[in-house]
């Protein structure tokens, strides 16, 4: 009944760019915010970058910031991750999440085993040296 989907990743060179993109269907309008996680093998999930649904509230990782850009447009129900400068290191699984908003959007998206209502399947992100 709910649908989150994510693509647009793939196989980059460092210090090159990807564009990943999150669609969501069958959610309650303005009853959640939206994040992006990930995960690399023998390593926890992880908050990436996280947004509010009805603000422009965001949160980032201090290993992503000033490389990583989320936005949203709520017509579309559509959350997007801007990614530059990529590293081998961010080299992972990347989710898209719907995430509770009764919880500040900051806390969810450190929080994804309990700020986290529903998750995509994932795209993954390989980054070459």
């Known amino acids: 009944q709910v649908q989150v989907v994510e693509s647009g990743g793939g196989l980059v060179q460092a210090g090159g760019s990807l564009r990943l993109t999150c669609t969501a269907s069958?959610?309650?309008?303005?009853?959640?915010?939206m994040g992006w996680f990930r995960q690399a093998p023998g390593k926890e999930r992880e908050g990436v970058s996280c947004?509010?649904?009805?603000?422009?509230?965001?949160y980032y990782a201090d290993s992503v910031k000033g490389r990583f850009t989320i936005s949203r447009d709520n017509v579309k129900n559509t959350l997007y991750l801007e990614m530059s400068s990529l590293k081998p290191e961010d080299t992972a699984m990347y989710y898209c999440?719907?995430?509770?908003?009764?919880?500040?959007?900051?806390?969810?998206?450190?929080?994804?085993?309990?700020?986290?209502?529903?998750w995509g399947q994932g795209t993954q992100v390989t980054v070459s040296s």
């Open positions: 069958g959610l309650t309008f303005g009853a959640y915010g």
């Open positions: 947004i509010s649904w009805s603000d422009d509230s965001t």
């Open positions: 999440a719907a995430t509770y908003r009764v919880y500040l959007i900051d806390w969810s998206c450190r929080n994804p085993g309990h700020g986290v209502a529903y």
